[in-house]
């Protein structure tokens, strides 16, 4: 529901309720609720037709206008209503129960502008006068009428005299340790709405922006990943990856749907509202299973004003007081984060929200904020991270194109200076670990990929990258169960769908990888990877036109990329179209002489072709520049033709393979 335009956007008061319809808040003495965007939809639109009884449909249409949803959405959003406001349908206080028509609201509401309801500048800074260790959290008992834990973060004074803008960083990372810590508390603390099942997997869906300003996406999301990375943690929970809950970014799913799609126990939901002077974020823990009981809330507010980095010493001193329900290593992985400033937190924060997107200008783009941020703080572990990840895509054919040799020591290098500064990270621990599996180090790999998992067993990357590890070496069984892990902790992602393909191609499982293909391309149409991996399926499985098909429109939309032109060639050949092997193979060669084109595509279309030697003459090249080829050579389909030949054994010999 969109807020009325104009300076006078009213507010309305009944009982010792305040609904502000422009910052979209539910406020009284005890607190905020964290109502989700319907719920307030809902409320908002009783309250503007007070005079009148409003029809069940006219709801479902003002609330859901762009989709068909069941009446029980509707009827679960009054009874969550009723729950916050102390109401209930024999009381009806505030919304009555018209039956056969619909709902009205009863209650008597004054209507005011905004500015009347503001609180005053004298409130604002006495508030704003709490030193950092001062910071009170304010907890209103679970009762009816109340909001379950609501918490009110105040700004604090730099104790050295350093002035300056809000602090992004410091918020962030103490909200994300604060919500994902309570969700842990609670599932073992009583005065919380409980339960029969215990919840055993959730989603943090992504904070909605409520800021007028749209650049605020990234703060947004931010807070997002961070919440997500300190639940991964979490040992007996199972915890969605960030790719599968952004897929419902804005949406306008219910609850139960969004559960069932992500197949979890309970959702975070919330929201980030930047307005004016205030930062204000709203979160809760939804049960998906029990009509969408609120389990869990907790409100955190703060001034954009001069707020100390000492923020985040107040996350670890929550972070101690609960060490008993964490694990040694957890306490010292929350308690080890150090302090950093807003400028290098908020390139950081740039540089993989532009990672996120799949354009190729992108990963310069990322790379140029994470060099910012380490140009001002050569000591922030997680930018060198993310510096590794942008040097690792560009050495990929799809978003850079560049030799993977020289990519891969950079790679290598941002990941170790990362662990260096800090240990904990698991995204360096699964970038070291994927540079050494490309160096065919397989027990290194194996235990940097297990390194990681110990850290955050929610990790679908790490998942996916020990599956592969496996498989590569002929552990198939455990690699389709790990792969299986990765699918299930991120289980809407259309790379991750493909990559699960993948690995059942080296397993020779041919209908499991086309199917696991196939649901790629249903979450994302065309996407590269799932048509690439659904081609060369196709073609193991011997439906040579199927994958001829697939293959040439995978070429079409990636600019004839060379991987997918070997892997064409390849297929032609299989097929008995020579001419058209033939000619694929002569474009690759054409390519190359204008630019770099990997060896890989070579080996796949000699090996096609049935020319051994120049497939080997190839391969060798391939070695050189430590190609993915290589640690796939002792499962991969592809080369078959040559496994009869001395000088297969002996390369797999030589990276210690056989």
Same mark, same amino acid.
């Given at each position: 529901?969109?807020?009325?335009s104009?300076?006078s956007?009213?507010v309305?008061?009944?009982?010792?309720?305040?609904?502000?319809?422009?910052?979209?808040l539910?406020e009284?003495?005890s607190g905020?609720?964290?109502?989700?965007?319907?719920?307030f939809?809902?409320l908002?639109f009783l309250?503007e037709?007070?005079?009148?009884t409003?029809?069940?449909d006219?709801?479902?249409?003002h609330?859901w206008?762009?989709?068909?949803?069941?009446?029980g959405?509707?009827?679960?959003?009054?009874s969550?209503?009723?729950?916050?406001?102390?109401?209930?349908?024999?009381?009806?206080?505030?919304i009555?129960?018209?039956?056969?028509?619909?709902?009205?609201f009863?209650?008597?509401v004054?209507?005011?502008?905004e500015?009347?309801?503001?609180?005053?500048?004298?409130?604002?800074?006495?508030?704003?006068?709490?030193?950092?260790?001062?910071l009170?959290v304010?907890q209103?008992?679970?009762?009816?009428?109340?909001i379950?834990d609501?918490?009110?973060?105040?700004?604090?004074?730099?104790p050295?005299?350093r002035g300056?803008?809000?602090?992004?960083?410091?918020?962030?990372?103490?909200v994300?340790?604060?919500v994902?810590?309570?969700?842990a508390?609670w599932?073992?603390?009583p005065?919380f709405?409980?339960?029969d099942?215990?919840?055993?997997?959730?989603?943090?869906?992504?904070?909605e922006?409520?800021?007028?300003d749209?650049? *605020?996406?990234?703060? %947004?999301d931010? &807070?997002?990943?961070? !919440?997500?990375? $300190?639940?991964? +943690?979490a040992r007996?929970?199972r /915890?969605?990856?960030?790719?599968?809950?952004m897929?419902f970014?804005n949406?306008?799913?219910?609850?139960p749907?969004?559960?069932?799609a992500?197949?979890v126990d309970?959702?975070?939901?919330?929201?980030?509202?930047?307005s004016?002077?205030?930062?204000?974020i709203?979160v809760?823990?939804?049960?998906a299973r029990?009509a969408e009981t609120n389990?869990?809330?907790?409100?955190?507010?703060?001034e954009?004003?001069?707020?100390?980095?000492? *923020?985040?010493?107040? %996350?670890?001193? &929550?972070?101690?007081s !609960?060490?008993? $329900?964490?694990? +040694?290593?957890e306490t010292?992985r /929350?308690?080890?984060?150090?302090?950093?400033?807003?400028e290098?937190?908020?390139?950081y924060?740039?540089?993989?929200?532009?990672?996120?997107r799949?354009q190729r200008a992108?990963?310069?783009?990322a790379m140029?904020h994470f060099e910012?941020?380490?140009?001002?703080?050569?000591?922030?572990?997680p930018?060198y991270?993310?510096l590794?990840r942008?040097?690792?895509?560009?050495?990929t054919?799809?978003?850079?194109?560049s030799?993977?040799?020289?990519m891969?020591?950079?790679?290598v290098?941002a990941?170790?200076?990362?662990? $260096?500064l800090?240990?904990?990270?698991?995204?360096a621990?699964v970038?070291?670990?994927?540079?050494r599996?490309?160096?065919?180090?397989w027990?290194e790999?194996?235990t940097?990929?297990?390194?990681a998992?110990?850290?955050?067993?929610?990790n679908?990357?790490?998942?996916?990258?020990?599956?592969?590890l496996?498989?590569?070496?002929g552990?198939?069984?455990d690699?389709?169960?790990l792969?299986?892990k990765?699918?299930?902790l991120d289980?809407?992602?259309?790379?991750?769908?493909?990559?699960?393909?993948?690995?059942f191609?080296?397993a020779r499982r041919?209908?499991?990888a086309? $199917?696991?293909?196939q649901a790629?391309?249903?979450?994302?149409?065309d996407n590269h990877?799932?048509l690439?991996?659904?081609?060369?399926?196709?073609?193991?499985?011997?439906?040579f036109d199927?994958?001829?098909?697939?293959l040439?429109?995978?070429?079409?939309?990636?600019?004839?990329?060379p991987?997918?032109?070997?892997?064409?060639?390849?297929?032609?050949?299989?097929?008995g179209?020579r001419?058209?092997?033939?000619?694929?193979?002569?474009e690759?060669?054409?390519?190359?002489?204008?630019?770099?084109?990997?060896?890989?595509?070579f080996?796949h279309?000699?090996?096609?072709?049935?020319?051994?030697?120049?497939a080997?003459?190839?391969?060798e090249?391939a070695?050189?520049?430590?190609?993915?080829?290589?640690?796939?050579?002792k499962?991969?389909?592809?080369?078959?033709?040559?496994?009869?030949d001395?000088?297969?054994?002996?390369?797999?010999?030589?990276?210690?393979l056989?």
């Amino acid at each position: 529901m969109q807020a009325p335009s104009g300076n006078s956007t009213p507010v309305y008061e009944f009982g010792p309720f305040r609904l502000n319809t422009r910052r979209r808040l539910l406020e009284s003495e005890s607190g905020t609720a964290p109502l989700t965007a319907k719920v307030f939809d809902t409320l908002a639109f009783l309250i503007e037709h007070q005079q009148r009884t409003v029809s069940k449909d006219e709801l479902l249409h003002h609330v859901w206008p762009d989709s068909v949803v069941e009446e029980g959405n509707l009827t679960r959003n009054i009874s969550t209503l009723r729950r916050i406001l102390g109401d209930s349908p024999e009381a009806h206080r505030y919304i009555l129960t018209v039956p056969g028509e619909g709902y009205r609201f009863v209650a008597p509401v004054r209507s005011l502008p905004e500015e009347v309801a503001t609180p005053s500048a004298g409130q604002d800074a006495q508030a704003h006068e709490v030193t950092a260790s001062e910071l009170q959290v304010e907890q209103s008992p679970v009762g009816r009428g109340t909001i379950h834990d609501s918490t009110r973060i105040v700004p604090a004074h730099d104790p050295h005299g350093r002035g300056g803008p809000f602090s992004m960083v410091a918020t962030i990372l103490a909200v994300a340790f604060i919500v994902a810590t309570s969700v842990a508390v609670w599932m073992g603390q009583p005065g919380f709405a409980r339960t029969d099942q215990p919840v055993q997997s959730l989603a943090v869906l992504p904070l909605e922006n409520l800021s007028a300003d749209p650049e *605020q996406e990234y703060f %947004a999301d931010g &807070i997002t990943d961070a !919440i997500i990375g $300190r639940l991964s +943690a979490a040992r007996d929970l199972r /915890v969605i990856s960030r790719t599968s809950v952004m897929q419902f970014k804005n949406t306008r799913q219910t609850v139960p749907e969004i559960a069932e799609a992500l197949d979890v126990d309970a959702l975070v939901v919330g929201s980030v509202l930047r307005s004016g002077s205030r930062v204000r974020i709203s979160v809760q823990l939804i049960d998906a299973r029990s009509a969408e009981t609120n389990l869990w809330s907790e409100i955190f507010e703060t001034e954009l004003g001069d707020v100390l980095l000492l *923020q985040m010493n107040v %996350a670890e001193s &929550i972070a101690r007081s !609960i060490e008993l $329900r964490r694990t +040694a290593r957890e306490t010292r992985r /929350v308690t080890g984060s150090r302090p950093v400033t807003p400028e290098v937190y908020e390139h950081y924060l740039r540089g993989r929200y532009a990672l996120t997107r799949p354009q190729r200008a992108a990963v310069p783009e990322a790379m140029a904020h994470f060099e910012a941020a380490l140009a001002l703080d050569p000591a922030f572990a997680p930018a060198y991270t993310g510096l590794s990840r942008a040097y690792r895509e560009l050495g990929t054919i799809f978003r850079g194109g560049s030799p993977q040799a020289e990519m891969l020591p950079k790679s290598v290098g941002a990941a170790q200076q990362a662990l $260096r500064l800090d240990p904990t990270l698991a995204e360096a621990h699964v970038m070291i670990a994927a540079a050494r599996q490309r160096e065919w180090q397989w027990q290194e790999a194996d235990t940097a990929f297990r390194h990681a998992l110990d850290l955050e067993p929610n990790n679908a990357q790490a998942h996916i990258g020990l599956a592969h590890l496996l498989v590569a070496q002929g552990r198939i069984d455990d690699g389709v169960q790990l792969a299986r892990k990765a699918r299930a902790l991120d289980p809407l992602s259309a790379e991750m769908a493909a990559n699960v393909g993948w690995t059942f191609y080296f397993a020779r499982r041919y209908d499991e990888a086309i $199917r696991e293909c196939q649901a790629s391309l249903d979450l994302q149409k065309d996407n590269h990877s799932g048509l690439w991996f659904l081609g060369i399926s196709l073609n193991q499985a011997g439906r040579f036109d199927e994958a001829i098909q697939i293959l040439e429109r995978a070429a079409a939309i990636s600019d004839r990329s060379p991987g997918l032109l070997g892997s064409l060639t390849n297929t032609y050949a299989r097929a008995g179209r020579r001419d058209d092997a033939l000619r694929t193979l002569n474009e690759l060669e054409r390519r190359r002489q204008t630019g770099y084109v990997p060896s890989a595509p070579f080996v796949h279309a000699y090996a096609g072709l049935g020319d051994l030697d120049q497939a080997f003459t190839w391969l060798e090249r391939a070695h050189q520049e430590t190609s993915n080829l290589i640690w796939q050579l002792k499962v991969a389909p592809t080369m078959d033709p040559l496994r009869a030949d001395p000088r297969f054994s002996a390369l797999l010999r030589r990276v210690w393979l056989e």
